[in-house]
């Protein structure tokens, strides 16, 4: 009957049959992999900001929100639109601002995958001006704000959300 009662001992009578039951595992395996991430995905980053930055920024928003009384933002989503703006406007951004590095308090963004890795990429921003992503965002999403609060109009910003929604 049996020579051994371990079924790892015993010699197997078919082994092609097994060995096609791992190549389709593996397959299957491989297709996994090569799923296509999510449209919508973001990147959350977190903005290293002085408390008069983070006054700015809060209170930039409470300015859009009287202006667009009927456009619900939170902040996060507000950041990450001005950050858009900078993306889309690279002249108005000062690349020789100074970064804080570390700070108690900090703003978030969470800019779409696809729009990060003109920032993050291999041949990104960042890489273009020899500075880190955390860095290359702060330094963006701070010069959008403070064009806007030197004069730029708040439209601008609106414009953003409408391409982002299309």
Same mark, same amino acid.
């Given at each position: 009957? %049996?020579?051994?009662?371990?079924?790892? %001992?015993?010699?197997?009578?078919?082994? !092609?049959?097994?060995?096609?039951?791992?190549?389709?595992?593996?397959?299957?395996?491989?297709?996994?992999?090569?799923? !296509?991430?999510?449209?919508?995905? &973001?990147?959350? =980053?977190? #903005?290293? =900001?002085?408390?008069?930055?983070?006054?700015? %920024?809060?209170?930039?928003?409470?300015? %859009?929100?009287?202006?667009?009384?009927?456009?619900?933002?939170?902040?996060?989503? @507000?950041? +990450?639109?001005? #950050?858009? @703006? !900078?993306?889309?406007?690279? /002249?108005? =951004?000062?690349?020789?601002?100074?970064?804080?590095?570390?700070?108690? /308090?900090?703003? +978030?963004?969470?800019?779409?995958?696809?729009?990060?890795?003109?920032? &993050?990429?291999?041949?990104?921003?960042?890489?273009?001006? &020899?500075?880190?992503?955390?860095? !290359?965002?702060?330094?963006?999403?701070?010069?959008?704000?403070?064009?806007?609060?030197? &004069?730029? @109009?708040?439209?601008?910003?609106?414009?953003?959300?409408?391409? =982002?929604?299309?």
């Amino acid at each position: 009957m %049996f020579d051994n009662l371990n079924p790892l %001992f015993q010699e197997a009578k078919s082994p !092609a049959k097994k060995q096609t039951l791992q190549r389709t595992n593996t397959n299957k395996a491989q297709g996994k992999n090569k799923k !296509a991430p999510r449209r919508d995905k &973001g990147h959350c =980053v977190k #903005l290293p =900001v002085t408390l008069e930055q983070q006054i700015l %920024f809060k209170t930039s928003l409470k300015r %859009f929100r009287y202006h667009f009384p009927e456009i619900e933002l939170k902040q996060t989503k @507000y950041n +990450t639109l001005l #950050l858009w @703006y !900078a993306l889309d406007h690279l /002249h108005i =951004v000062d690349w020789t601002m100074d970064y804080i590095g570390t700070s108690e /308090h900090h703003m +978030t963004t969470k800019l779409p995958e696809y729009r990060y890795l003109e920032i &993050g990429g291999i041949n990104g921003l960042s890489m273009q001006k &020899g500075l880190s992503e955390r860095k !290359a965002v702060c330094i963006m999403t701070i010069s959008a704000l403070k064009y806007i609060e030197k &004069g730029g @109009y708040y439209g601008e910003i609106l414009q953003q959300i409408r391409t =982002v929604k299309e």
